[in-house]
């Protein structure tokens, strides 16, 4: 018998793992693009999603999440000095949403419903966001994916104001109220439904940080009274350390400026109770290491809180900023 060399059984491996991340990678079916116009009518061309909406299913919304690159600049990767990959694919569709992750095998409702809304400048621009989220290797094959494209919304807003970018950030009110209208009516718990908000910029200009805070404003208005609480909002990239987390606040990361010295001290004590509520409210989208044993979280039935993995490990802050 011909024994196998290292170099073939590394080979054998490397190629049944490929096979693996491509069968996990893929959704229940091939995800639904809406290419939008200003004018649209929401109720025609939102029919697919709305037919899909039901009171048994978990709706998750990524506002502004697609990808636009592997590997984050250096600048914002400090103190690490490794390449820090881009989180994007965990923007659109959350590790917490996959079959094979804890979240959903010990929370229950596995069937998902994700909605992502940004501006693709075409088929293939969008292709390259499915293709990144299937890279992967995760089971999504619980997920039924819906892409909207608001590329011509933005060329018809443009077309008539330039460089104001409130009338962006009303028109995605006007998108998510209609969701959100449908949930209602289809009586989604608000624990089923996620708002996350990634609209974020690594060097705002100025009317890109008008353009932040106006989409803070108006999806938070979009959200009528029972949902409130089922709006999370991107921490970013200020500062890197939560990078990969939501939070519940509504307006900029709870954690940072001048509270960040006292947070980080929270991570070198064993005993952070008395500030631990501020972990409750925010969460990690992509793969957390190690993962938490139990959840203490009762605002969603999509994941477990920071909280909770703090609770279940020793951190190690030297290798905190993806939480990873």
């Not at 990678?25 to 029919?47: C, H, R, T």
Request: charged fraction near 20%.
């Amino acid at each position: 018998m011909v024994q196998k060399t290292s170099k073939q059984k590394y080979k054998k491996n490397k190629s049944i793992k490929r096979k693996k991340q491509l069968v996990m990678g893929g959704f229940v079916e091939e995800p639904v693009i809406i290419n939008l116009q200003l004018n649209s009518d929401l109720k025609v061309l939102l029919a697919p999603i709305y037919k899909a909406i039901t009171p048994d299913k978990l709706i998750y919304i990524s506002v502004g999440g697609k990808y636009t690159e592997e590997n984050l600049e250096r600048t914002l990767c400090y103190p690490t000095t490794k390449p820090c990959p881009t989180n994007s694919a965990y923007q659109m569709v959350p590790y917490f949403l996959c079959k094979n992750s804890p979240a959903r095998q010990n929370m229950g409702h596995q069937n998902v419903v994700c909605i992502v809304i940004d501006i693709f400048n075409d088929n293939d621009d969008i292709h390259k966001s499915i293709d990144h989220i299937k890279k992967q290797g995760n089971d999504t094959s619980n997920v039924k994916m819906y892409i909207i494209n608001l590329l011509n919304v933005q060329n018809q807003i443009m077309a008539t104001h330039l460089y104001n970018p409130i009338p962006h950030a009303e028109y995605m009110k006007t998108l998510i109220q209609a969701i959100i209208l449908k949930a209602d009516e289809q009586n989604v718990d608000s624990k089923n439904i996620m708002v996350c908000n990634y609209v974020k910029f690594k060097h705002p200009n100025r009317n890109e940080h008008v353009l932040q805070d106006k989409m803070i404003e108006n999806i938070k208005a979009a959200m009528n009274p029972k949902y409130t609480k089922s709006y999370y909002n991107w921490c970013g990239y200020d500062p890197m350390m939560y990078y990969n987390c939501i939070t519940k606040s509504y307006n900029q990361n709870p954690l940072s400026g001048e509270h960040i010295n006292d947070q980080m001290a929270i991570y070198s004590t064993d005993d952070f109770n008395d500030t631990s509520h501020k972990f409750e409210k925010m969460f990690v989208i992509n793969k957390a290491k190690p993962l938490p044993l139990k959840y203490s979280n009762s605002d969603n039935n999509f994941v477990y809180s920071v909280k909770d993995i703090m609770n279940n490990i020793e951190y190690n802050f030297d290798n905190n900023l993806n939480l990873a």
